[in-house]
C-alpha cells in the first residue's frame, strides 16, 4: 500500500467520507484511515443479534444535504430514503393519542382533538419556522465570516448575513433571535394551549442536549431538528433503507469510485509534524502516511489535545479548546423485538400507522423537568424521557419475517454517574429495565416481546465512536458554540493554527446531525489552500 498522499483524513465518519469524495473528485489522492471495522462513525448499521440490524448510533435522516447526494451520485451506489408517514405518534396515559405529520389534515383532525386554537396556531408556527430555515439554511453551506478578522471576504459574508436578518423583519427577526438564543418552554407557550401537543414538539428540543426546555439554548436545539427534507419534501424525516450504515456505505463507494482509499482498523496515534506543519499520522501499530494536508473527522479534543504535542499550539487556542463544553446524558438503546407494541390506546395487532414515525413517551414537560433531576446530581433517570422508532416497520429487511427492531432514544444518563451509584454496567441494565417498563405502561406487550437488547450510555457512545463525554453533536449546540464560534472563536473556518490540519466533522460549523455540509466545507476550504 502506498505511504505518499495528498490528504489523509483522520476517522472515516460520514463527514470524512464526504470530504474524501469531494477532494478525491478533483484528482487529489486521499486516504480515509478508520479505527474501527467499518467506516461510517455514528452512521452505521451493525446486526448485534442474528438477523437483526440495527441503526446503532444515529437512526433518522432529514438533514444531510440534498446537492450532496447529487453532487456524490449517492442514488447510484445504493442510498434510498423510506418517508415516514405519520411523522410521530403520542400515546397517553388516559388513552388518547396524537398521530402528527406530514399530512397537514391528519394534523389538524388530530391536534385538534386537544384543542381547535392550536389546529389553527400549528400551521402558522410552522410556516414561521420556514421563513427563519430560509434564513438560516444556506449559511449551512458556507464558511462562516470571522467578525475578529476584517478581511474583504469576511465582510462581505457579513454584510449579506445581515441583509438576510433584514429581510426577515422585525417581528420574525425577533422571534429568529428568540430561537436561536432562548428556551424552547416559552416559544411552545406563546403558540400553543395543550401540553399534549407542546410535550411532543419539547422532546425535540433536549436531543443529545443536557437540558430541559425551560433552558437557554433549547430553542436551537428545537429548531435545528426541524431543517431539512426527505426526497425534497420539507420537514419530513425518514428510514434509510438497509439502515443509517447504508448512507456511509454509499459515501465511501463513491469516494472510492473516484480514487479514494479507504483503511479500516486503523486507529491515529499521532499527527506528524515537521517544521510546524502538518505532514501526516502515525498510527497505533506504527505505520506512518505522508501528506500534505490532514483533516481531522473526530473532535476538537481529541485532535489537538491527544493527537498533537500540546506545545505545538498556541496557548489560547489550546486553553479555548479545553473549554469546549461536552456534557452528555443521552443514552441510545437498541431492541429486538418477536412482534411490534400493541399501544391500549390502537390495540390492533400488525404493524399500523402509530409504529412508522417517532413514537413520543412523554406526557408533559413536566415529565421532562423531572426527569432531569436525578441527572443533575450524576443519576439516571427513574422515569426517562423517550424517542422510540420501529424503523422495521417500512423497511422489512432489517429484522427475521414478522420481527422487528426497535431504537430509543433516551434522557437522561449523565456521563459522569454519581460515587454511589453504583458501577456503570448496574446502572445500564437498571435503566434499561425502566425504559421498557414506561413502553410497557402503553403498551402492555412490549415486555414480553423484547428478544434482546443493548445499551450504549454516554460512556460507551465515548468508547466506541470517539465522542468525548457521549455528545453526539462533537460539543454543545448553544449559540456560543455555533457558526462562527464553531470549535472556537476565531478557527470557524476549518482551519487550525497548525498549517496543513484542517477539521472536517461535526466540531464545525454548521454542527452535529447526520448533514454532510461539515465535512463538503472543509474540502472546498482545504482546495482553495
Known sequence: MRTDYDVVIIGGGHNGLVAAAYLARTGRSVLVLERRSRVGGCVVTEEPWPGFKVSTASYVNSLFRPDIIRDLDLKRHGFAMLPRDPSSFTPLPDGRYLLMGPDKDLTRREVSK????????????????????????????????????????????????????????????????????GAANPILDRWFESEELKATIATDAIIGAFATPSMPGTGYVLFHHVMGECDGVRGVWGYVKGGMGALSEAIASSARARGADILTDAPVARILLAEGRARGVALADGREFRAGQVASCVDARTTFLKLL???????????????????????????????????????????????????????????IEKAFDPAKYGYPSETPIIEATLPSSLDDGLAPQGRHVMSMFTQYFPYRLAPDAGTLEENKKRYAERCIDVMTQ??????????????????????????????IMQGTMSLSSLSFMRPVPGYADYRSPVPGLYLCGAATHPGGGVMGACGRNAAREMLRD
Request: neutral net charge; hydrophobic residues 40%.
Open 309 to 367: 504535542e500540546p506545545r505545538s499550539l498556541p496557548d489560547d487556542f489550546r486553553e479555548a479548546v479545553e473549554g469546549i463544553d461536552y456534557s452528555s446524558a443521552s443514552c441510545k438503546i437498541n431492541l429486538a423485538l418477536s412482534e411490534p407494541p400493541r399501544f391500549s390506546c390502537l390495540p390492533d395487532a400488525g404493524v399500523g400507522p402509530q409504529h412508522r414515525g417517532t413514537i413520543h413517551l412523554c406526557p408533559s414537560r413536566a415529565a
Open 114 to 181: 386537544f384543542s381547535a386554537k392550536d389546529a389553527m396556531a400549528l400551521p402558522r408556527y410552522e410556516a414561521l419556522l420556514e421563513r427563519v430555515a430560509a434564513f438560516l439554511e444556506p449559511m449551512l453551506d458556507e464558511t462562516p465570516p470571522n467578525p475578529w478578522r476584517l478581511s474583504p471576504g469576511s465582510l462581505l459574508k457579513l454584510g449579506r448575513m445581515a441583509l438576510s436578518f433584514l429581510r426577515l423583519g422585525p417581528s420574525d427577526g425577533r422571534r429568529a433571535l428568540e430561537l436561536l438564543t
Open 442 to 471: 402503553y403498551a402492555p406487550n412490549f415486555r414480553k416481546s423484547v428478544i434482546a437488547y443493548e445499551v450504549l450510555a454516554p460512556a460507551d457512545l465515548e468508547s466506541r465512536f470517539g465522542l468525548t463525554g457521549g455528545n
